[in-house]
């Protein structure tokens, strides 16, 4: 969960991966960015009634960050 919050706070939206959800007449919106051990994860969330946000889930693309 601490890395989800992080790059949460941190990540970038990713619009290309936004996805309109017909089921439940919502949008899921895809946050992107490096946790705090170099690893890349994008997290998919939406927003229900405006005021509550829920985490779809969560995922690594890559592997860890070489770092310099």
């Not at 919106?29 to 170099?38: E, F, K, M, P, V």
Request: no cysteine; net charge positive.
């Amino acid at each position: 969960m601490p890395e989800i919050l992080h790059v949460l706070k941190n990540g970038r939206h990713e619009k290309r991966k936004d996805h309109f959800d017909e089921t439940f007449n919502s949008w899921n919106y895809a946050i992107r960015g490096w946790t705090l051990d170099g690893l890349d994860l994008r997290v998919i969330v939406s927003f229900e009634m405006e005021t509550h946000l829920l985490i779809i889930t969560a995922f690594y693309l890559e592997k860890r960050k070489e770092k310099k």
